[in-house]
């Protein structure tokens, strides 16, 4: 945080109608950025070569009524008021600066890909399985929490594996991704992909996807966790260490109504392993907790959660834990697991454990089909 940051800050704790809230003032942008695809020499803007259209309107009318500068960088410049006014997302009386780069990339990993556009659909067969590892023993889990006929969110990391594992099973279709830039359904992409969906059903503006999920009009979310405490908050938004960078996201948003959310993660930082004979080897300890007393920074509230009775998971290659009244409780432990030695000593908050504790599915730690039943 700079100067200027700390100078103004960006949010304010209040107290309204009983309770402590953080209200975030309305900011008052001096220039939007926006990117189209065509625009025309009226500044009309259509999005036909963009994985997502994501907030463009409303930037430009939040800009517009601070009385800033609107600009937009187009593949293209057509004829004035040649576009086609269905295709039209942003107005031109909206926009003040056009700058065209014909050759632009789609994402920062892609030139331009059709099947992220809708112009054309993908054959499953083309999209790239996970490598059998610990993460997709994590990513298989995950996906035996879901039932046929949800939506649901996912989000950066392990999560993103999960419409595969519906693949790599046959169940490709029982379950409709939804992700915060706006894509419904098809396959969200990896990596610096993310964010766009091959096969996609429909794209909507970033914001009303955002509308979705803050009425609760999903079924579930998919999400990391970098720490969980005795609480069971969770960090995503701040490491500990050096550069002290990390990213909520739209995480807030999504999780503050989500009924049901799935956290996925290694159990502890910095650990190797590998599967063997259908159990995962411990070759190298981690050497940073990630369950611990008190997480560095609250990104999601676990005590809020109890008190609205949301359905919470925290999947690991090791166990499985949920979120009860009393706090954390593991429920499930993976094949070869040593509970003293490979969990509870390597938490640094003390891990209660249920009564009922179950084995994790031996399945998925083999190399084939699991069998998944939605």
């Known amino acids: 945080m700079n100067a200027s940051a700390r100078a103004v800050p960006l949010v304010h704790r209040v107290h309204f109608a009983g309770e402590n809230w953080l209200h975030f003032p309305a900011l ?12 025309d020499e009226k500044g009309n803007l259509t999005f036909e070569h963009e994985g997502a259209t994501l907030g463009a309107m409303e930037m430009a009318l939040s800009a517009r009524k601070s009385g800033g500068l609107v600009t937009a960088q187009v593949k293209r410049v057509a004829e004035r008021s040649s576009l086609r006014p269905h295709d039209v997302k942003v107005p031109g009386i909206l926009v003040d600066v056009i700058v065209q780069a014909p050759d632009p990339l789609q994402t920062t990993a892609t030139a331009y890909d059709p099947a992220n556009l809708g112009e054309l659909f993908r054959p499953l067969s083309s999209f790239r399985l996970p490598e059998f590892n610990a993460s997709k023993v994590i990513a298989r889990r995950v996906a035996q929490e879901l039932q046929a006929g949800w939506a649901v969110n996912i989000g ?40 766009c969906s091959s096969n996609a059903e429909a794209f909507v503006a970033s914001p009303h996807q955002f509308s979705y999920f803050q009425a609760g009009g999903f079924d579930c979310s998919l999400l990391s966790f970098l720490e969980v405490d005795a609480h069971g908050s969770v960090n995503v938004s701040r490491l500990s260490a050096p550069p002290h960078r990390g990213r909520s996201g739209g995480g807030v948003d999504i999780t503050a109504r989500a009924g049901k959310i799935v956290f996925s993660g290694s159990f502890n930082a910095g ?17 940073v907790a990630k369950f611990v007393e008190k997480v560095d920074q609250v990104s999601f509230s ?24 009393a ?38 730690f083999v190399d084939a089909p699991f069998g998944l039943v939605l």
């Open 156 to 195: 950066f990391g392990i999560s993103a594996n999960v419409p595969r594992i519906l693949l790599e099973e046959g169940r490709h279709g029982e379950v409709t991704w939804v992700i915060e830039q706006g894509a419904v359904g098809g396959i969200p992409l990896l990596d610096f992909k993310f964010g």
């Open 28 to 39: 008052h942008p001096d220039v939007a950025i926006n990117r189209a695809a065509t625009a």
């Open 327 to 364: 706090g954390p409780v593991v429920t499930e432990l993976a094949p070869g697991m040593d509970l003293p030695r490979d969990v509870l000593d390597q938490a640094a908050t003390p891990l209660r454990v249920s009564g009922a504790l179950k084995a994790i599915d031996p399945a998925l």
């Open 302 to 325: 676990g005590r809020r959660a109890r008190t609205q009775r949301q359905d919470i998971t925290y999947t690991t290659e090791r166990c499985v834990i949920r979120l009860y009244e």
């Open 271 to 287: 650990a190797k392993m590998h599967i063997e004979d259908g159990k995962p080897i411990i070759d190298k300890e981690g050497r």
